[in-house]
């Protein structure tokens, strides 16, 4: 099962690009990376998911490394709104989203 | 977004209560998920729905019951809770494929938030 591996905490300055990494060494093939994220007190919500390309839509893009072993998602202009964890998940099993610890950003203004 | 709606947002429970979560969803998805996330650990999946059949079971206990009456809605009936079962209860739906290997994303709602005596 792939693993992903993401820093507990990052911090970025309001109107900078937040740049959140994401290790998953042992992903295999088929598996998608999927990013989302969690403000307090609300569900997880989706943001962007992509296989081997770079990914873009309205939210963030999504660099995936060529050996596609690492990725990281941008996002281009963080808004304190954008203060959340986020999650980097590799899916594990057949319908099955695990999230683990993810990444407290933390938007400053 | 608001594509997945879940009420109550907060429930508080006595040990005898029957309660009734619901979930329904407005994406044209044909797969419903119930979560649990309990403080401090990850999502656990609890009961799957595609195609209105239910697929999977991570062994949750029996005083939880799931029940999907069309693609859209999905309840979680809940009786004799223990102090444990304290958590944020997560309805989820995506579009899935025959045999669920598809990659589409699953949207969230923003859960109930279950208070167990």
């Known amino acids: 099962d792939a693993k992903t591996t993401q820093p507990p905490s990052m911090d970025c300055a309001e109107g900078r690009a937040a740049n959140l990494p994401c290790n998953h060494s042992?992903?295999?093939?088929?598996?998608?990376v999927y990013w989302y994220r969690q403000i307090h007190s609300q569900g997880p919500q989706y943001i962007i998911h992509?296989?081997?390309n770079n990914e873009t839509n309205e939210m963030a893009s999504l660099i995936i490394t060529e050996d596609r072993k690492s990725s990281t998602l941008i996002l281009p202009h963080a808004t304190l709104r954008d203060t959340a964890v986020y999650y980097c998940?590799?899916?594990?099993?057949?319908?099955?989203?695990?999230f683990g610890s993810g990444t407290q950003l933390t938007v400053l203004p | 977004e608001t594509g997945v709606t879940q009420t109550p947002r907060h429930l508080v429970m006595g040990m005898t209560n029957k309660k009734s979560l619901k979930c329904e969803q407005h994406?044209?998805?044909?797969?419903m998920y119930w979560y649990k996330q309990s403080a401090k650990k990850p999502l656990e999946l609890m009961f799957v729905?595609?195609?209105?059949?239910?697929?999977e079971n991570n062994s949750v206990p029996s005083r939880f019951s799931p029940e999907c009456p069309n693609s859209s809605h999905l309840f979680l009936h809940l009786h004799t809770l223990q102090p444990e079962d304290s958590a944020l209860y997560l309805c989820?739906?995506?579009?899935?494929?025959?045999?669920?290997?598809?990659?589409?994303?699953?949207?969230f709602g923003d859960g109930t938030r279950l208070s167990c005596l």
């Open positions: 989820a739906s995506s579009q899935d494929e025959r045999g669920g290997h598809g990659n589409q994303p699953q949207h």
């Open positions: 729905y595609s195609l209105e059949e239910r697929v």
């Open positions: 994406l044209g998805h044909n797969a």
């Open positions: 998940i590799v899916r594990v099993a057949r319908r099955q989203l695990t």
């Open positions: 042992t992903i295999s093939g088929n598996e998608y």
């Open positions: 992509g296989l081997k």
